[in-house]
Every structure is written in structure tokens, then in C-alpha cells.
């Protein structure tokens, strides 16, 4: 067997690969044998010491980069949630209200806590309870649902990555009016654009987004991760028996007209978003002009 030749660089300008042989990478090491140098990585999910089960309002740090504030219009209030205030209405909303959040779900009072206090610990995001004034004044616990924004950086962007209403709140004000609160605050802290998104086959998200003025982007897949309950596996093993049944094509013709008929694969998602612009430009305005009508009457 003839000794494998030295690697010689060719001319940058030849279009060829920077080295003589085709078949060894540009990072495989001259030394061979050369044990690989050790890589540190000290990173542990942080533990929870403290989940504030019970620190007052006045001394619960939202640890939020924005300079927040209670938002409210004459019958909604948005506010940092509190688990000693709004634990006990985030528990009540039924477990199918989280189908579109199942990462999120509290099927616990612990669990719950978790969540929340994660979202807490990241100053990028920031967990809102929508609280219904009317329901108070009745003397009713008004927890009407939770907004969570996330993904707010140095870029001042965010995104919508938790939207759940209660189902009595549904097609009523109360989603409306904490939608118009949550975005004229973003934007008026600077924010220059906000994403929305949705799983293509959740119609009624998706409706909601558009009505309130995001432009529809495209379709991402995978954006929050492997669906629940997903094999990859069995998914694998599904496409590899459908093409060699010639099912295929079909197959991908199929999934076209699902999506066009929003009724998408479970790891695809409605894309949407809105800038500062849009929102300047008319965007706020439209949705002050839903704000403004009479109110839906909820007996909870």
C-alpha cells in the first residue's frame, strides 16, 4: 500500500477544495493520532431554590428588562402575574385550554410554580395574568387568562410565545382588550417588532392574529420544538413505507392542500408579526377602534 501523500493547498482561485485530497476534511488533524483537547462545559439546569409561592405583590421582582407597568383599559387589567395572587385562577383554566402549550401545562400547584418562576428567571420574558375588572367588582376572582412574552433582547424585538384565554372569556372583550394593552406597551417601550404564531392547524389563533393586524409570514416548522408525544421513530419509519409504496408524492401533494386548507402537520406553524410601523401606520388605531366597542357581559 502506497503511504498517503502530504496535503497541498491549491490555488484559492482553481474552484478546487483547498487541499489536494477530496476525500479528507479541511479539519482533520496533520498529527493523527493527536488525542482531541478536552472541551469545558459546566452548564447545569439552574435549581430552584425559591419559587416565591408567597412574596407579596409589592415585593415580587418580575426580573423583566422592560420598565413594565399595570396596563388596563375601563374593563380589562393586564399585570405581572403573581403566583400568591393569580396561582389559584392559572390551576382552575381547564387542562384543554393548554393543548396549544403542553410544555407549559401546570398539571401541578408544583409544577406551576416551576414554570413560573423559570419564565421569571429569564430577563428576556415576562408572564402577564388578564384579569376581568367586572368579575371583581362582583366579587369574583377575575382571572381571565395569561399572555407570556418572550424572546425580548438588545434587539428589541418579542415574541407571543404563550397566549391561553379561559374558555368563558372566549369571543368576548377580554382578549382584544389585553391585546391592544400588551402591544401599545411594547411599542411604546421601543419594541420594534412583535412575532405571533401559531399552530397551522389552530384556525381560531390563527383568525385572532390577523384580525388584530399581523402579516402572515409563512409556515415554520419545528419553531417551538418537537410536538408532544412525537415519535420520530414511528414518523421516520411512516415516510420511508409511504415512498417505497410510491405514496410519496401523494403524500406531499396532501400536505400542501392541508396546509393551504389550515389543517397543517403538528410540527408546522402559522407565522406572523408586527412592526412599530404597522403599528403607527394604522395597526393601533384599528385595534383601539375594537377596544372602543360596547362589551360582552361574562357571568362566571
Known amino acids: 500500500m502506497q503511504p498517503t501523500p502530504p496535503l497541498t493547498p491549491t490555488s484559492p482561485t482553481s474552484g478546487a477544495s483547498p487541499f489536494a485530497d477530496p476525500g479528507r476534511s479541511a479539519l482533520v488533524s496533520e498529527q493523527g493520532d493527536a488525542p482531541d ?10 435549581a430552584l431554590d425559591d419559587v416565591h409561592a408567597h412574596t407579596p405583590a409589592h415585593a415580587y421582582d418580575i426580573n423583566f428588562r422592560l420598565p413594565l407597568r399595570v396596563l388596563q383599559t375601563g374593563a380589562v387589567r393586564v399585570q405581572p402575574l403573581i403566583p ?12 384543554e385550554t393548554w393543548a396549544a402549550f403542553p410544555d407549559f401545562a401546570p398539571a401541578t400547584r408544583a409544577a406551576a410554580l416551576e414554570a413560573i418562576e423559570r419564565f421569571r428567571r429569564d430577563e428576556q420574558s415576562v408572564l402577564l ?34 397566549i391561553v384565554i379561559a374558555p368563558a372569556y372566549r369571543r368576548t372583550h377580554v382578549n382584544t382588550h389585553a391585546m391592544y394593552l400588551v402591544l401599545d406597551f411594547l411599542f411604546g417601550a421601543g419594541v420594534v417588532r412583535v412575532q405571533y404564531d401559531a399552530a397551522l392547524a389552530n384556525a381560531g389563533s390563527i383568525w385572532s392574529a390577523q384580525r388584530f393586524g399581523f402579516t402572515h409570514e409563512g409556515v415554520a416548522r419545528n419553531l417551538n420544538g418537537a410536538p408532544a408525544g412525537r415519535d420520530r421513530d414511528r414518523d421516520r419509519d411512516r415516510d420511508r413505507s409511504r415512498d417505497l409504496a410510491g405514496e410519496g408524492q401523494q403524500g406531499q401533494r396532501d400536505g400542501s392542500r392541508a396546509r393551504q386548507e389550515g389543517k397543517g402537520a403538528d410540527d408546522e406553524s402559522w407565522l406572523g408579526s408586527m412592526t412599530d410601523r404597522d403599528w403607527t401606520a394604522g395597526a393601533r388605531d384599528r385595534l383601539y377602534g375594537m377596544v372602543a366597542k360596547p362589551i360582552v357581559s361574562v357571568r362566571n
Open 37 to 46: 483537547p478536552p472541551v469545558l462545559n459546566r452548564w447545569r439546569e439552574e
Open 84 to 95: 400568591s395572587q393569580h396561582l389559584a385562577g392559572l390551576l382552575a383554566l381547564p387542562r
Open 129 to 162: 395574568a388578564v384579569v376581568d375588572k367586572a368579575a371583581e367588582a362582583r366579587g369574583r376572582d377575575g382571572f381571565a387568562g395569561v399572555y407570556g412574552v418572550t424572546e425580548c433582547g438588545r434587539e428589541m424585538t418579542a415574541v407571543f410565545g404563550l
